[in-house]
């Protein structure tokens, strides 16, 4: 069965260090997204992409990179860490451009950055 | 600015009955209005689109309403049970956008 898996599923790790998350979909889909999830917040869009080699920028990017080398994989990279990224971060895909027929998500990273 | 907003507040019922959530915005024209479930621990999943020329769909035991001039959308499940206790998300994507906002989400709690 098609799936999307988000690893690690939970990170601990120190102000300043480098982090990468990862996201990988069987699905084929084009498009990818990354959102993280903070009480009183909600959802809110870090980066996406629509296809390989595209990236763009969502609602909270800064501190945050993605890259897009292939259709399966959209890792995260949170250049140096910073207390305001400890987040549950999720991963989503899509079919269309539109979100005709939903997204489907990964089960989320929890990151705590101390 | 955009703003969708979802009851913050838990929603208590009792199994049986019908649960109502709501899902209102503003400054969208939204072409999506997408429902989801998300338990904890767990990424949300997706539940059911509304196309903003549509008035209702169904699946199951879920309806959604879509009212474009309340700026509104209800969420209904039917017959609850304690398993449909989870938090309920709307998002929205907007004309030319594409891109899925989302509201905080409504919990729901159903006591057997």
């Known amino acids: 069965d098609a799936e999307i898996t988000q690893s690690p599923r939970h990170k601990i790790t120190e102000t300043g260090r480098q982090v990468t998350l990862a996201c990988h979909q069987t699905?084929?889909?084009?498009?990818m997204f990354w959102y993280r999830q903070d009480l009183g917040h909600g959802l809110r869009l870090i980066h996406y992409?629509?296809?390989?080699?595209?990236?763009n920028k969502g609602e909270v990017s800064d501190g945050y990179s993605v890259s897009r080398s292939n259709t399966e994989d959209l890792p995260l990279t949170l250049e140096s860490a910073a207390s305001s990224q400890t987040s549950v971060y999720f991963c989503?895909?899509?079919?269309?451009?539109?979100?005709?027929?939903?997204?489907?998500f990964g089960s989320g990273t929890r990151l705590t950055v101390v | 600015s955009q703003k969708i907003e979802q009851n913050s507040e838990a929603l208590n019922i009792q199994e049986g009955k019908t649960a109502t959530l709501t899902c209102n915005y503003t400054?969208?024209?939204?072409?999506?209005l997408q429902w989801y479930r998300q338990d904890p621990g767990r990424g949300p999943v997706f539940l059911l689109l509304i196309r903003e020329n549509e008035k209702e769909k169904r699946k199951e035991r879920l309806k959604v309403t879509f009212d474009t001039t309340l700026k509104q959308s209800l969420f209904h499940i039917t017959a609850s049970q304690p398993a449909d206790s989870a938090t309920y998300l709307c998002?929205?994507?907007?004309?030319?956008?594409?891109?899925?906002?989302f509201g905080r989400g409504t919990s729901l709690i159903v006591h057997p």
């Open positions: 400054n969208y024209s939204p072409a999506y």
């Open positions: 699905w084929n889909h084009n498009n």
């Open positions: 992409s629509y296809g390989v080699h595209d990236t």
């Open positions: 998002a929205l994507e907007s004309e030319g956008s594409y891109i899925p906002t």
């Open positions: 989503a895909s899509s079919a269309t451009s539109t979100g005709a027929y939903g997204y489907t």
